[in-house]
């Protein structure tokens, strides 16, 4: 993300707006568990950064004010199944404060996305609760009833088409006999994508890295079904299932843990698309974004050192 002369809370409130169409076709096919979601992480980001702040002993308001820590939420929350149980997304976004941001000396000092290490952290540590996902819309009344636990979860539940397909590839099945695409995922992918672009129009985020994101998907899927097509998710598929428009626009663009450089920026964000194809393909998780991101976090103190702009008259 670029300054713009816009301080760091009017870009943060940018970005939520951006958001908006991608949670909107969220709410369409799945109802009001998403926004519960979000209204519940946000509450719990203000508390934990509050809290920490505290015992730091530093300015509550002034950093709560930047709007960083709603922006986790947000995107935390848009990311776990929305028929989490309340738990999830307060222990989630704890984390994400805590250990993704404030215990490195808050925003600008962590060298990780935080809002992608709370949900690696509850991926690892509640896979059940992480890996159930809704298949149906949900009035008010019954998100409530499933985010408290007060209802039987698996009657409006099932794995997400992702999980289905890598399921289906792994019992020998074709992929051509495999039910890929999903109409609900395509669309909130498509908001998200039109979220993007509104971002790279206002000029809040560069375009380096989310389009070579896609590209990375792209041309790893492609190489990776070159022969043996019928074992392999196509490359179209990977764009539209799963957080992938959600990762190239808003995670992976994150201004503190990506690359700084242009050409580092599309090294970085081709990496995570390959890294991505291949987690989705031979590892244990039908997504990847979120390991994908991380581990290439840990890689851009490297990829800005040997990418940095030569200086003018030298």
């Not at 996902?133 to 499933?146: A, K, P």
């Not at 999903?182 to 809040?204: D, E, H, K, M, V």
């Not at 392999?232 to 764009?239: G, K, M, S, T």
């Amino acid at each position: 993300m670029r300054s713009n002369g816009l301080s760091t809370n009017q870009i943060m409130r940018q970005v939520v707006y951006a958001l908006a169409l991608g949670i909107g076709a969220s709410y369409y096919f799945f109802g009001w568990g998403v926004l519960l979601q979000i209204i519940l992480g946000v509450i719990t980001a203000v508390v934990a950064e509050s809290v920490f702040l505290l015992l730091r002993k530093q300015d509550v308001k002034k950093t709560i004010s930047d709007g960083s820590a709603i922006l986790t939420a947000v995107l935390l929350a848009v990311a776990i199944p929305s028929i989490a149980p309340w738990w999830i997304i307060v222990v989630g976004v704890s984390f994400a404060i805590i250990f993704g941001k404030q215990i490195y000396g808050g925003l600008g000092n962590n060298p990780f996305n935080p809002a992608m290490l709370g949900y690696a952290f509850l991926l690892i540590s509640y896979p059940l609760q992480m890996s159930t996902w809704q298949v149906d819309f949900l009035s008010f009344g019954q998100s409530l009833e499933l985010l408290f636990n007060w209802t039987n979860i698996d009657a409006v539940s099932g794995a997400t088409r992702l999980d289905a397909v890598k399921t289906g590839l792994s019992l020998g099945n074709s992929i051509d006999n495999l039910q890929v695409y999903s109409s609900s995922q395509a669309w909130i992918n498509a908001g998200f994508l039109f979220g993007g672009l509104y971002l790279l129009l206002r000029r809040i985020i560069f375009w380096q890295i989310p389009a070579s994101f896609i590209a990375g998907i792209a041309v790893t899927a492609f190489l990776i079904s070159i022969g043996n097509a019928d074992a392999y998710l196509p490359a179209h598929n990977h764009l539209i299932l799963g957080g992938t428009m959600l990762g190239a626009f808003f995670i992976a663009t994150d201004p503190v843990s990506a690359s700084t450089t242009p050409r580092g920026r599309i090294i970085y964000g081709f990496l995570i698309g390959v890294l991505i194809v291949v987690i989705r393909s031979f590892g244990g998780y039908p997504d990847a974004v979120a390991f994908a991101v991380l581990l290439m976090n840990i890689t851009v103190p490297l990829i800005d050192y040997y990418t940095q702009p030569r200086i003018f008259g030298k």
